[in-house]
């Protein structure tokens, strides 16, 4: 299986802050990866796919970036509404597997 | 736009076989080009893929969780199921179906905790 390594596994910032949660995959997955946003008690939401697109109807502070084993989630001025934990996923190869997530929470 | 349900029970004895349906609605689980997934995430832990099935009723699961799971199709019902045999506290978790492309999950159901207990 790949190995989906995020960090931090939790952060707390500021409203207005820039926020950054790295992944890196134990092998080349090209841009093979999608960023999912979940609030507590509900379902993961899809916000970045291939990286770097933006799912229609996302803000645009939301952006991702990076290719190969290193991935970059970004959060350009963080809200009170993005308080979630956030989470990669490869699909370059079965079985589909997940980073362990990142918490975000406001400082 | 399509939305997807999980339904069966909240509850299961340990070596029993957790059953779960996923019923989709305002779309047929026919169109397109899709996988009908189930996933799960215990308690507080991050998200597993258990496996998906194509509506020819093709399917992959994990391998960490093959022998012990099916997942089915049924067009005619719109919707898809899933059997998880000789279940362990371990299996206690929320599971979530899901439709995927190639690519990604979306859209997800709402979720279903499923507790095992005796």
């Known amino acids: 299986d790949i190995q989906m390594t995020q960090s931090p596994s939790s952060l707390s910032a500021s409203v207005g802050d820039r926020v950054t949660i790295t992944c890196q995959a134990s092998q080349d997955i090209g841009n093979y990866l999608n960023w999912y946003q979940q609030k507590p008690g509900k379902a993961p939401k899809l916000l970045i796919y291939?990286?770097?697109n933006l799912e229609t109807g996302v803000p645009s502070r939301f952006s991702g970036s990076g290719s190969g084993t290193d991935f970059t989630f970004t959060i350009s001025s963080l809200q009170p509404e993005d308080i979630a934990t956030y989470y990669c996923q490869q699909y370059d190869n079965l079985p589909w597997t997940f980073g362990q997530g990142t918490r975000v929470e406001i400082k | 736009q399509v939305q997807l349900q999980e339904s069966g029970p909240g509850l299961v004895k340990p070596s029993q076989t957790l059953s779960l349906t996923c019923t989709v609605s305002g779309g047929s689980i026919s169109s397109g080009y899709y996988y009908w997934t189930w996933l799960r995430q215990p308690a507080g832990k991050g998200l597993e893929w258990i496996g998906r099935v194509y509506t020819s009723g093709s399917t992959n699961y994990n391998p960490s969780l093959k022998s012990r799971v099916t997942i089915s199709v049924d067009t005619s019902k719109n919707h898809f199921s899933l059997k998880l045999s000789s279940v362990t506290a371990a299996d206690t978790a929320v599971y979530y179906c899901?439709?995927?492309?190639?690519?990604?999950?979306?859209?997800w159901g709402q979720g279903t905790l499923v507790t095992v207990s005796s």
């Open positions: 899901a439709r995927s492309s190639f690519r990604w999950f979306d859209p």
């Open positions: 291939d990286a770097s």
